[in-house]
């Protein structure tokens, strides 16, 4: 290595200054003579320094890329462990219901179980909502194939989820289903497992209200809400929603259909009559025998 003595060093400290004045003033003068000259002076620094700039981005670029795709092989790490999570609890749910469907069947086979006839159905395509005399409800257009729109009222409204509401009137091509939150609409249900009896009824709000339920008995929190055959103007065992107390500690129904945003429906034909309790063996000679000894 070459060492300058100090008066040299500061002669050329000096005279930087001064020499790159000069320099800038040329290549002023020379770009005022030659027009094109600034751009040679560009095209030709471009030239010489992208092979730098490219030694210098590719080792930029390929560390960017490898951040990422190690960040992307984390995000899969941590994806596939909930995954595997996910697959155990169902692995046990299935489990479960394995066993429910195997007791149920057995306690079917026991008490002689007769089901429900099948319910005809139709499925159409939500295509307004409508004002009018109703606050809530919908209109369902019926596509062609798929019955007499006219024989379908009355019938029980059902979207994915839950019960949406009931067909109150017909057209020729199309019905209208009053929704579960209109307030004209009641219906009978039963609460949690024990199946106590209470009115579901419409507000014209999101979640309708329960009415009739017994004072002993508050519905709980969170319990499921199904149809009750009382009156016979629905099923049994629809699902309907979710019980949840208001900010008045009133219990209100949580809808578990989507109500505003339907999309398609299924209405339900379901029988007017539905079959009768099986009878209890016996029942009947010894309701007999016990009538015959109070006689004599």
């Not at 017909?170 to 289903?177: A, D, E, K, W």
Request: glycine residues 10%; contains cysteine; charged residues 15%.
């Amino acid at each position: 290595m070459i060492r300058l003595s100090v008066p040299l060093r500061q002669a050329l400290s000096r005279l930087t200054l001064p020499v790159m004045l000069v320099f800038s003033l040329g290549c002023v003068l020379i770009g005022r003579a030659d027009q094109n000259f600034s751009s040679h002076l560009s095209a030709a620094l471009d030239d010489i320094l992208a092979p730098a700039y490219m030694l210098v981005s590719g080792p930029i670029q390929a560390a960017e890329h490898g951040t990422g795709e190690i960040g992307h092989l984390f995000s899969l790490s941590e994806e596939n462990d909930q995954l595997r999570e996910q697959n155990a609890e169902l692995l046990q749910w299935q489990e479960v219901a394995m066993a429910l469907a195997a007791q149920n069947d057995a306690l079917k086979a026991s008490l002689h179980f007769m089901p429900s006839p099948t319910p005809e159905f139709s499925t159409g395509e939500v295509v307004a909502d409508l004002g009018g005399v109703y606050a809530r409800s919908v209109l369902v257009l019926i596509p062609p194939g798929s019955g007499n729109p006219q024989n379908l009222m009355g019938a029980v409204a059902l979207d994915g989820r839950g019960l949406a509401g009931r067909v109150v009137d017909t057209g020729s091509r199309s019905v209208r289903v009053l929704l579960i939150t209109d307030i004209n609409s009641r219906v009978p249900v039963a609460i949690g497992t024990s199946g106590a009896p209470a009115l579901m009824a419409g507000t014209n709000g999101p979640d309708p209200s329960l009415l009739y339920w017994s004072p002993g008995q508050p519905p709980a929190e969170g319990a499921m809400v199904l149809t009750s055959a009382e009156g016979g103007a629905f099923p049994p065992g629809l699902p309907v929603g979710i019980i949840h107390y208001d900010q008045n500690n009133q219990p209100v129904v949580l809808p578990l259909a989507d109500l505003d945003g339907l999309r398609l429906l299924r209405l339900f034909s379901y029988p007017d009559r539905l079959p009768a309790l099986t009878p209890i063996p016996h029942a009947g000679a010894a309701a007999a025998a016990k009538t015959n000894h109070r006689k004599h």
